[in-house]
């Protein structure tokens, strides 16, 4: 099946910093989603991005299709930003299933 | 507007006991999901359904039974729990292929 790394598995920021993170699969899909576990354990949807470039305040993604990679990019950090960010993607040929990567884990310090 | 759901939020069974986790949406959405979240292995998809009375293995489906009679509800059945089932559970659906994804809030699962 498709592999979905994701880089860097852990990040520590202060406050106000900007930061990338990517998301690499190993073969071509139609969907491509980010996600953002809170500390609570909720998981809510970050994009939908299966090309292209989309933003939503502080947060933007980009997608290569033809190249494999994703990013997503927060700016200027947010103690609340803290949490686990996941890249899910899905095949044309897997129906609907969404396949996740292993994640970021994202520490906003004070 | 609810979204989806599940019940209930934490459980503890015993091993060999049968438990079933539920899953509720509001949206009609056509497409359901079962995944469970361990570490070291991120989020596995256990089974899925596109439509009601249509399901289909995932990842890891060994253990757990589903069905689909209604568009609204997709129950996750584990029939002889084991201790390697602890885990979260969560529920999700889109719309139809090709669209966000939502997830319910989650189930914590312990297996004593």
């Known amino acids: 099946g498709i592999q979905v790394e994701q880089s860097p598995p852990d990040l520590i920021l202060q406050e106000g910093a900007n930061s990338t993170l990517r998301c690499n699969f190993s073969d071509s899909v139609n969907n491509l989603q980010w996600f953002h576990q809170n500390p609570w354990g909720q998981l809510i949807n970050l994009f939908y991005i299966p090309s292209g470039t989309k933003q939503n305040g502080r947060l933007s993604a980009t997608t290569v299709a033809t190249e494999r990679y994703s990013l997503l990019y927060i700016s200027s950090s947010q103690t609340t930003d803290s949490g686990v960010y996941f890249c899910a993607v899905c095949q044309e040929t897997s129906g609907s299933r969404l396949t996740f990567g292993e994640g970021t884990q994202l520490t906003v310090n004070p | 507007d609810a979204g989806i759901t599940q019940s209930p939020r934490y459980k503890i069974t015993e091993t060999g006991r049968q438990v079933t986790l539920m899953c509720h949406q509001t949206?009609?959405?056509?497409?359901m999901f079962w995944y469970r979240q361990d570490l070291g292995h991120g989020l596995r998809l256990i089974y899925y359904?596109?439509?009601?009375?249509?399901?289909d293995k995932g990842e890891v489906p060994d253990g757990y039974v589903v069905s689909r009679s209604k568009t609204e509800n997709f129950p996750l059945t584990l029939e002889s729990a084991t201790r390697s089932q602890t885990s979260v559970y969560f529920c999700?659906?889109?719309?139809?292929?090709?669209?966000?994804?939502?997830f319910g809030q989650g189930t914590r699962l312990t297996v004593v």
């Open positions: 949206w009609s959405h056509s497409y």
């Open positions: 999700a659906s889109i719309r139809d292929r090709n669209t966000e994804a939502f």
């Open positions: 359904s596109a439509a009601a009375d249509i399901t």
